[in-house]
């Protein structure tokens, strides 16, 4: 059996974590009272990023009609959140990669940018609708949420090798989720590695929290509820329709009818979901390979 999840987490003394640019990014664009100017002087000091960032900027997954060539403008057209999660996207996905048989970890970024932009497209889809309460939820913390909410099985596959891959054989070989899988050979779980390396880098508790409660909605604190229902629902619409591989094998998923009841979802509200998903996938897979892209 593996250990728990807090006592692994701070063990591992190698652990990555944000380089500094990052994390004086990721505090400065949390604060309101910010300037530009501040932001876009630390942003100066990693021209690697702020190309990626404009790159990524000007792709058509924000669709923006005039070409945007500074940081200040990115910021000026796109707000502080949406900044902030190009440049979470931009550093994260390439700080945890491998070569493993039990685990194709480019299937498994496809998968998380997947979720990321299905939970991005499931907010801005609903936010007119009261009772899923989407309204009160910004788009691109759902994207973050989304591309984060996988991570803690990256953790195990690096750090709990061992662990990992029996989980991978028992999902394959029983046809069930990972999260299914896990509880019967770990003491532990993605979503709750999740969530303390979330904390371990200081993203904000409206991230940290629907990581961990992702696979059991109606555990969490009713403030994060509805960003946790919201990263559940997209991540069954990514695996209902095969895009990327995160070592779930359950074929076809179990419709998550916890985060159906938070949202209040309607009889005609999946269906309406399913028509935009080929789209959202193809805003995906380009931002994946501009990321990708040196």
């Known amino acids: 059996m593996g250990t728990n999840t807090e006592i692994l987490v701070k063990s591992i003394v190698d652990l990555p974590t944000l380089p500094q ?6 505090t400065m664009l949390d604060d309101p009272n ?9 942003m100066g000091k990693d021209q690697t990023l702020v190309a990626k960032m404009l790159k990524l900027v000007n792709s058509a997954f924000y669709a923006i009609p005039k070409r945007v060539t500074s940081v200040s403008q990115a910021i000026s057209i796109l707000g ?34 997947g979720v990321g932009t299905i939970s991005r497209y499931i907010i801005l889809s609903l936010s ?57 050979v770990i003491d532990t779980s993605y979503s709750s590695i999740g969530y303390w390396l979330a904390r371990r880098w200081n993203l904000s508790e409206d991230v940290q929290d629907p990581i961990k409660y992702q696979d059991r909605i109606d555990d969490c604190p009713p403030e994060s509820r509805t960003m946790a229902a919201v990263l559940s629902l997209a991540k069954y619409l990514c695996r209902l329709k095969h895009y990327g591989q995160a070592g779930d094998f359950d074929d076809p998923p179990k419709p998550p009818k916890q985060a159906a009841l938070a949202l209040a979802l309607s009889k005609e509200t999946l269906p309406m979901l399913t028509k935009g998903l080929t789209e959202e996938f193809a805003k995906a897979s380009a931002f994946l390979s501009m990321i990708r892209s040196h």
């Open 128 to 184: 007119d609708d009261p009772l899923s309460g989407c309204g009160s939820l910004h788009p691109d913390s759902g994207f973050v949420t989304g591309l984060l909410g996988g991570i803690g099985k990256v953790v195990l596959e690096q750090y709990c090798h061992d662990d990992f891959a029996k989980v991978v054989q028992k999902a394959k070989e029983e046809k069930l989720s990972f999260a299914e899988a896990e509880k019967e």
């Open 34 to 42: 910010a300037s530009v100017r501040d932001i876009n002087s630390i």
């Open 21 to 26: 640019v990052i994390t004086t990014l990721m």
């Open 80 to 113: 502080f959140k949406t900044v902030k999660s190009i440049v979470l996207s931009a550093s994260i996905i390439g700080m945890f990669d491998g070569d493993d048989e039990d685990f194709n970890y480019e299937e498994f970024w496809a998968n998380s940018l």
